[in-house]
């Protein structure tokens, strides 16, 4: 059982940035691919980022592509998202998620964390 804990959400103007963090329980955190998730209300969850176990892997969403870093610290056993150039449109739930085997870019993940809010202001 792997427990995950988002942190790092917040208010933040257009053209901001934010570090969103997720911590795992556990001590095989790095047998996990990781993936990040938004979803707002009403609607699907949707990828917008995935790294390999390794952490040598990574996948962005278009819509993010070139704005946010994915990364991995296998010791500390956490998973970062940093977000930069933030837009209105970036305004979301921001869940982490752990996954068994290689990344995906599906909801086909085996555990997820309770989610963080990011508000972008215009």
């Known amino acids: 059982q792997v427990q995950l804990v988002e942190s790092g959400g917040g208010l933040v103007e257009a053209g901001g940035s934010l570090r969103l963090s997720c911590v795992a329980s556990g001590r095989t955190f790095s047998r996990y691919a990781m993936g990040w998730f938004r979803q707002a209300p009403g609607k699907e969850r949707d990828f917008v980022a995935g790294?390999?176990?390794?952490?040598?892997?990574?996948y962005y969403a278009d819509s993010v592509k070139g704005r946010f870093t994915i990364y991995k610290d296998n010791a500390k056993n956490t998973v970062y998202l940093q977000m930069n150039s933030l837009k209105p449109e970036d305004t979301d739930k921001y869940y982490c998620?752990?996954?068994?085997?290689?990344?995906?870019?599906?909801?086909?993940?085996?555990?997820w964390g309770q989610g963080t809010q990011v508000t972008v202001s215009s």
């Open positions: 790294i390999t176990r390794s952490g040598s892997g990574t």
């Open positions: 998620a752990a996954r068994q085997g290689g990344l995906a870019t599906t909801n086909e993940y085996d555990y």
